[in-house]
């Protein structure tokens, strides 16, 4: 996922270059419909080069990038997954710990205050390290020795080093699961949303993040839309597809959230900033490390900076409206 620049986004993802012509799904995997040949899109991240062909679904509006996805190895050892400190992460830590605060927020508003926690895709385990503080009994699972260790080494966090799919977390054993950026990167979302809800108790919760293709900033960025990062990103959902996706697996949606400090505002700006430059997320991937100082998008990122009020004050307008570059479903475990 792009997300916002922070230190922590190293959720798992797979990897390996997709062709505009490579062979493609033909059924949605966020609600079973059909889909049709929509556009192709740069890719987001140098480490994985070429041009990614998205089809989009014809029932719930849900994209999936076409061909086979990177290796999982590809997608963490290169680009703005390989750094463990990206530049400004110190100076960032007061908003890092606001986004924290929010999601906590989201679970409260809810009725998850306390009880067993499961992060699932906990990048450095920040998270977790917050719901701790906040008197959850929080722990993590994380794919990426990388991660892990940094949870360890920065948070004093130690995860399980497993994916969704192998995690030893028994049946009905938490009371909530948060799964934050980590479903479009999924070859199968309704198997892994399915898994999720037989971790939950009964009247547990489930909070999951994903990109919002529908959001305003996606139809401002196009091809060049931040959360775009293709070929990582292997579903952009819909918020339809994805409530079907949820219900599919035999979820209650409980609510849709789109007013959201991490992500949003960036990823508007970026969006924005992507559009008018012909680049893609330079900024971004400047402070992950993986671009190079360039005379001609450095001028133009610093020339856009004064926007960065202004284009926060859309985005949360977008995002009381249902279409804010991010969004965040509360589902639960039915009694």
């Known amino acids: 996922m792009p997300a916002t620049p922070s230190p922590d986004a190293t959720g798992p993802a797979p990897a390996a270059t997709a062709a505009p012509d490579a062979p493609a799904p033909d059924v949605c995997p966020a609600c079973g419909g059909v889909l049709r040949a929509w556009r192709t899109v740069p890719t987001s991240d140098a480490s994985l080069p070429g041009v990614f062909a998205l089809r989009r679904c014809a029932t719930c509006g849900t994209a999936v990038t076409a061909g086979e996805p990177p290796t999982f190895d590809d997608a963490h050892d290169g680009g703005s997954y390989a750094t463990r400190r990206p530049r400004g992460s110190g100076l960032?830590?007061?908003?890092?710990?606001?986004?924290?605060?929010q999601r906590l927020r989201l679970l409260a508003r809810h009725g998850g205050r306390s009880g067993r926690l499961v992060d699932a895709g906990a990048g450095r385990g920040r998270f977790v390290a917050a719901a701790r503080d906040a008197g959850w009994d929080a722990g993590g699972l994380e794919p990426a020795a990388r991660g892990v260790e940094a949870a360890r080494d920065v948070y004093g966090v130690t995860l399980d080093r497993a994916g969704i799919e192998d995690a030893a977390v028994p049946p009905?054993?938490?009371?909530?699961?948060?799964?934050?950026?980590?479903?479009?990167?999924?070859?199968?979302?309704?198997?892994?949303?399915?898994?999720?809800?037989?971790?939950?108790?009964?009247?547990?919760?489930?909070?999951?993040?994903v990109p919002n293709v529908t959001a305003l900033q996606a139809r401002i960025g196009g091809d060049r839309w931040f959360h775009l990062d293709v070929p990582r990103h292997r579903t952009h959902f819909s918020p339809e597809g994805l409530?079907?996706?949820?219900?599919?697996?035999?979820?209650?949606?409980?609510?849709?959230?789109?007013?959201?400090?991490?992500?949003?505002?960036?990823?508007?700006?970026?969006?924005v900033v992507n559009r008018l430059s012909g680049?893609?997320?330079?900024?971004?991937?400047?402070?992950?490390?993986?671009?190079?100082?360039?005379?001609r998008p450095l001028a133009i990122t610093l020339l856009a900076l004064p926007l960065i009020p202004l284009l926060a004050v859309v985005e949360f307008a977008a995002g009381a409206l249902g279409l804010g570059g991010t969004m965040v479903l509360v589902a639960r475990r039915p009694d």
Do not use: C, I
Not at 92 to 101: E, V
Not at 172 to 200: C, I, K
């Open 172 to 209: 009905g054993s938490a009371d909530a699961v948060t799964l934050w950026h980590v479903l479009e990167h999924v070859a199968d979302p309704r198997d892994t949303l399915a898994t999720l809800r037989d971790w939950l108790r009964p009247g547990g919760l489930l909070l999951v993040g």
């Open 92 to 101: 960032a830590a007061p908003l890092l710990h606001a986004f924290d605060r």
């Open 279 to 295: 680049t893609t997320s330079y900024l971004y991937y400047l402070l992950k490390r993986s671009a190079p100082l360039r005379a």
């Open 243 to 271: 409530r079907r996706a949820a219900e599919a697996a035999g979820l209650e949606v409980v609510a849709f959230h789109g007013v959201l400090l991490e992500h949003n505002p960036f990823g508007m700006w970026q969006s």
